[in-house]
Nanobody, 113 residues
Framework: HVQLVESGGGSVQAGGSLRLSCAASGYTYNRNCMAWFRQAPGKEREGVARIATGSGNTYYADSVKGRFIISRDNAKSMLYLQMSSLKSEDTALYYC???????WGQGTQVTVS
């Protein structure tokens, strides 16, 4: 069964940290660019960070640059998002996505108070 499953969300105080994980299964994970997106209530889904396969080049939205780090472990078919210095405006449902395959996880909620 081809799927992406996120975990690691939760509630945290402003200034805190969380690490999101995304487990890929059922397909060859290491071929495509992977990304994290988020959607806050009443807002459109936005790209947060992405990481290329091979080179591992990364891209971050300006709003998270310097606070979030995206990484991947191709051997384990895992994608991560280390989030630090969290702000209330980071509150959202976070999704991982396989950009090349247009495959999405179900999301994990992050709430910053």
């Amino acid at each position: 069964h081809v799927q992406l499953v996120e975990s690691g969300g939760g509630s945290v105080q402003a200034g805190g940290s969380l690490r999101l994980s995304c487990a890929a299964s059922g397909y060859t994970y290491n071929r495509n660019c992977m990304a994290w997106f988020r959607q806050a209530p009443g807002k459109e889904r936005e790209g947060v960070a992405r990481i290329a396969t091979g080179s591992g080049n990364t891209y971050y939205a300006d709003s998270v640059k310097g606070r979030f780090i995206i990484s991947r472990d191709n051997a384990k078919s895992m994608l991560y998002l280390q989030m630090s210095s969290l702000k209330s405006e980071d509150t959202a449902l976070y999704y991982c996505a396989d950009v090349g395959s247009n495959l999405w996880g179900q999301g994990t909620q992050v709430t910053v108070s």
